[in-house]
């Protein structure tokens, strides 16, 4: 079995904000120092492995972003490190990684996370079929989207991530006014989390930058001033600004093992990995895509939807969140109590650690035993996680084996 024993992550910055100056290497290397902060017995030799994700790779994280963020953390160089690339659900992906290492016997404790600095996302250029060709050439922007299309992709799958969600809206009949009060609220209980300490022990700021808490968070604004903006991806469409996600910059990061590395670690885990779930669709219903794979996650877990108490649905758009509730038939009050990624951000690589660390803090909070965290992905896939919390159960006793004691 895998436990996380403990979480971290960074705030998030609003695109061209107060991190557009730190590197996303340095971001990860700072979510990384800041879970081990929180396990000083932890000799960070015996790390098995860093799984890190992220979405762009084409920029200064391209050369393998979690094995240099593990040597700019100061792990031993024997730590080994791998970056993962599932989109949107890249750090979940890696946190999924990390955990069938750790169950089947590969590791005991891995460093799992991820990290997105959109701002720093650089343009590039493709290379010419032949030398000095005499036409321009265009440079293409990697923060978002598709990019470099393959000519054979149907241009049905390859529309932007606002139509695609354009287009799941219309078919569910989700309206305008549903989406800008979903993310009303997912501004107002964020401001509220961020009040009441919730957020304190989870986020940890980037030195240098002035930034304590998540830059995006708008805590004064209603659904009526969200229903004032226009449209974005179509004139008569529902979407904005202001119900969807913007871009950000962060990292955050994840101390995962198993139950007998508790003892090398120092800490008690907070939660179990009970299940996990991937499902694909056609590409341009990528929102609906979190539906099944949260389906499959709870029964690989045993459990059913009656049995969960909370849910960290990571918020890529109003309207694709509302559409996963519905089809979950869920009590929406039980999904994102400390707001979601509409008020907090979305960088890319960063939020399925951003919204696992969160749901396993949520469930003790709440006194529930059993969660889910899922993401949408683009090009039609979704991720889940059920976590239990370990404080509602009878936790297997560390082993005080050779492992643990130092010999491996």
């Not at 340095?26 to 000083?40: G, S, T, Y």
């Not at 962060?250 to 590395?261: K, P, T, V, W």
Request: glycine fraction near 12%.
């Amino acid at each position: 079995m895998t436990y996380l024993y403990a979480a971290a992550r960074t705030p998030f910055g609003r695109f061209n904000g107060a991190l557009a100056g730190v590197r996303p290497d340095d971001l990860a290397a700072h979510a990384i120092a800041a879970v081990l902060d929180k396990a000083p017995e932890l000799d960070r030799a015996r790390i098995d492995e860093v799984v890190w994700g992220n979405a762009n790779g084409a920029g200064e994280e391209n050369r393998n972003v979690g094995r240099m963020a593990g040597l700019l953390a100061g792990l031993p160089v024997s730590v080994p490190g791998t970056t993962v690339n599932r989109l949107c659900g890249s750090g979940l992906d890696a946190a999924m990684v990390a955990s069938r290492q750790i169950e089947t016997g590969d590791a005991e404790i891995v460093l799992a996370g991820g990290v997105e600095s959109m701002t720093r996302a650089p343009w590039v250029l493709p290379k010419s079929d032949r030398p000095y060709p005499a036409g321009d050439v265009t440079a293409v922007s990697t923060t978002l989207g598709w990019r470099l299309v393959n000519d054979r992709m149907p241009a049905e799958w390859t529309v932007s991530l606002g139509e695609a969600n354009e287009q799941l809206g219309e078919k569910l009949g989700i309206s305008r006014a549903r989406q800008d009060e979903f993310a009303s609220r997912s501004h107002e209980l964020a401001h509220q989390a961020w009040e009441s300490g919730f957020y304190d022990d989870l986020v940890s700021p980037v030195p240098g930058t002035g930034l304590t808490r998540d830059e995006n968070i708008r805590s004064t604004t209603t659904a009526e001033v969200l229903g004032g903006l226009r449209p974005v991806f179509r004139t008569d469409g529902t979407i904005t600004a202001g119900n969807a996600s913007p871009l950000n910059d962060g990292a955050s990061a994840l101390l995962l093992g198993s139950d007998r590395a508790a003892l090398a670690i120092g800490l008690d885990p907070v939660a179990r990995i009970a299940g996990r779930g991937t499902s694909a669709l056609e590409p341009q219903m990528f929102g609906y895509a979190p539906v099944e794979a949260a389906n499959r996650a709870l029964a690989r877990a045993g459990i059913s939807w009656e049995q969960v108490g909370a849910i960290e649905l990571n918020e890529a758009f109003a309207v694709q969140s509302l559409a996963c509730i519905d089809a979950w038939r869920v009590d929406p009050s039980i999904v994102n109590v400390h707001g979601g990624a509409i008020a907090i951000g979305h960088p890319l690589g960063a939020s399925g650690g951003r919204i696992l660390g969160t749901l396993a803090k949520a469930l003790r909070e709440r006194g529930e035993r059993y969660g889910v965290a899922a993401l949408c992905i683009g090009v039609g896939q979704g991720l889940a996680v059920v976590l239990e919390n370990t404080e509602t159960v009878a936790t297997p006793a560390p082993h005080a084996d050779s492992y643990c004691n130092g010999a491996r």
